[in-house]
DNA sequence: ATATTGAATGCAAACGTTTGAAAAAATTTC
DNA sequence: GAAATTTTTTCAAACGTTTGCATTCAATAT
């Protein structure tokens, strides 16, 4: 070991012969302690690189101001974004931000929960991970919901759960996406959908479902094929849709991954786009603006979720005895681009 | 105020009226106590949910089991990778990450830096922010190598700081791509840089200069434009190249995103990739095997980056007195995919 | 019956800081 | 010059846990 022990405020107190408490309230420029006594404490303690030590704080006060950020990956824009949202509200006000990423990991969600309750965290920020839901366990939520430390969903969530969360329209998102494929004219469209279980899943297929009836249009079984939202799970899927014996005229996906992931096989087929094929993504991704052509897709305020987020948590902090969660949904947005713009045709 | 008071060790000895120690020991299964004891004492804390408090132990112990990650961004590839590197390394030996984003903020990073410190954490990986390097400050850097806190440079680096480092070779990825580019028969040969000072903006500027130079082709200042990494920095300038009265026949991008902007900006003009315009980017970006044509690119070994860096950081704390820091550079790789490869032309 | 052993538990200090109350020191007042 | 007042400093407890050492109590050996 070559750490050498950090000073302290009793190194500090012995150097100058006299109390902690002295040390303590010089450096908090405490009024009742002499004006050359502050001076000289605080000059020596800059001098000798003396810092705080917070830990000892967070037993005394049994304040953390650390929150955890729980999530299953942070290599999505949407994930980074919402976190940057959080970021924006709560770093202000001095919380730190614990961001913990499950890999979509029951266990280590797990983990990672116990770990902040034992640091006791003052509230945690979730966004549960695949297997969570598939395995519908939350035992490890009801500790969380024990210790009255304050749970916020974010995106994902659990319908039966008594907290408060944040989450963005999928459904209507998903609906006006697949309406606006019908409206320009598509007949046959196709869902490259997400992982089973997950609300935005469930949501955006129910989206993409009811549209299709609404507007009486047959849902075709064969026509709905898994991904796992990664660009790499579209490729096969797609070339599985193309050679249908009645191929799709268009591709909803799932996110905008998957949509590029079919963009490029759709090409390669020699098909055009949006002639031959019409293409929609989710969540407005910044390369989703410049893709050839550009995609369509449904902005997900990530941003707005991680803000909004932050709200519910200092809600529910402030709030005085009782609490009524609050269950927050914010709209996502179709955005038009080139990828679904052929001229319509009745 | 509604969160519980969690409960501790001394609320459980109440309850069996005996002493903290016995119940300490108790919970972590020291011999020295009666069999029933230690059963009904376990039995009793899961029952009330009881979770030792870690702020305590890492107060007593002087331990936190925490980590900083400083990182200018979280919403690029390679920086998510390194930190799963970091992730898959650390998480198993019972670290804890706490993750920081500077948004490329001087100030930012020397608050996390110092919270970082007061709060204990026993290594620091750093990469660090654009700011900080433009103000060439290093003061808040002063301070975490005066603790003997290990710090590890990740990515970006400092050139004259004591520390431990682990970085891609840029330098000679950017030499490969520009080289190959050159084989294939490129003449004229632009770069859409990085932000200024910043060591992967540098070194791969100097390995795209040097490589033209070995090759004897002439290095025109007009071919080098700046871009912020972002996809859409790279519009204007990609349209300023290709209306120069002598535009290039190839861009090398300062990573994927640029690529993918230029990618569409020369689709749009009408020209073809790659027969009239050669592209390479660099990260190899999960999207980039995807695009149309998919795009060259040098590979950088985020994820290897984590690990190695995560293994300097564990040289550090386990060497006995003085410690040599030790510098790793880890290999990028060119891909050669289809934005680049037309047939060679003498 | 007493000494010896062994098992089980308790005591007290420690980690670094803050803070109300008490004490000490310095200053003012009469 | 003593009392009253004000300024400055110290004391002690607290946050929750662990741990070396001391203690207690019962069982065994002499």
Redesign the pocket.
Known sequence: MNSS?????????RR?????????????D?????????KNIQEYAKEVG????????S????KTASLGVVVPTISNYYETAVIEGLHTVLQPMGYTLNICVTNENYLLEKEYLSKLLSNRTEGIFLSVSQETYDSGYYEHLESVIQRKTPLIFIDREYEDFETSRATVDDYHGAFAAVEHLITIGYKQIAHLKGPNGLTVSEQRLKGYIDCLKKYNMSVREELIINTNFKVESAIVPTKRLLELASPPDAIFGVNDQVAIGAMRVVKDKGLRIPQDVGLVGFDNSPISAYTFPSLTTVSRPGRKIGMEASRLFLNQVNASGDFLHESIVLPSELIIRESSLRTPQA
Request: aromatic share 4%; charged share 25%; proline share 7%.
């Open positions: 022990r950090p000073v302290t405020i009793k190194d500090i107190a100058f012969r006299c109390s902690p408490s002295t040390v303590s309230r010089a450096l908090n405490h009024p009742a302690i002499n004006e050359d006594t502050r003396y810092q705080r030590n917070e830990v000892s704080l037993l005394l006060n049994k």
